[in-house]
T-cell receptor
């Protein structure tokens, strides 16, 4: 069984462009989380899904951010009209069910030129 | 408002030493406390976790000590090795609540040969 998979690993884009990241959780994990990590900081929660339902969104998730998990399997995180401040590592984690440990992928590093 | 405070920011020990990393929290609703290890370019990997009903948990060379009344917990690494050099994050979660992880800012550990 492979771990959480994220694609792409690195994304470089110009300010104002739209970007989309994909996360494939561990098989049969019902919960999927998105976090953002900036240099020298711990990950910060963005949003999470239980199956296909998005149950919570952080105040960090502005209107330019949208996340989906259409069939309760993989998830996508889209950022529209990227800004310099969006430069960060975007981490995805999954857990089997509630009260189970969260396992992280290796992230997508976004750099805004 | 930083809900989980972690110290020190960085730590250097000799091989075989016992580095200790401390964390403190304020939210009494937290009831699950994991530690994650992160290498450069990788996502956080779960090391060990504890719940407030026990004061200590050991897994291999890693030990968590938990003081519920003081709202503090710490990670001890026995017989540290150069391969343990990484950034360590404590986190806290309210299981049964939002179940999002709240992370400390991390401790960069260097173990010299």
């Amino acid at each position: 069984d492979t771990g959480v998979s994220q694609d792409p690993r690195h994304k470089i884009t110009k300010r104002g462009q739209n970007v989309t990241f994909r996360c494939d959780p561990i098989s049969e994990h019902n919960r999927l989380y998105w976090y953002r990590q900036t240099l020298g900081q711990g990950p910060e929660f963005l949003t999470y899904f239980q199956n296909e339902a998005q149950l919570e969104k952080s105040r960090l998730l502005s209107d330019r951010f949208s996340a989906e998990r259409p069939k309760g399997s993989f998830s996508t995180l889209e950022i529209q009209r990227t800004e310099q401040g969006d430069s960060a590592m975007y981490l995805c984690a999954s857990s089997l069910w509630w009260e189970q440990p969260q396992h992280f992928g290796d992230g997508t590093r976004l750099s805004i030129l | 408002q930083q809900q989980v405070k972690q110290s020190p920011q960085s730590l250097i020990v000799q091989k075989g030493g016992i580095p200790i990393i401390n964390c403190a929290y304020e939210n009494t609703a937290f009831d699950y406390f994991p530690w994650y290890q992160q290498f450069p370019g990788k996502g956080p990997a779960l090391l060990i976790a504890i719940r407030p009903d026990v004061s200590e948990k050991k897994e291999g060379r890693f030990t968590i000590s938990f003081n519920k009344s003081a709202k503090q917990f710490s990670l001890h690494i026995m017989d540290s090795q150069p391969g343990d050099s990484a950034t360590y994050f404590c986190a806290a979660e309210s299981q049964g609540g939002s179940e999002k992880l709240v992370f400390g800012k991390g401790t960069k550990l260097t173990v010299n040969p």
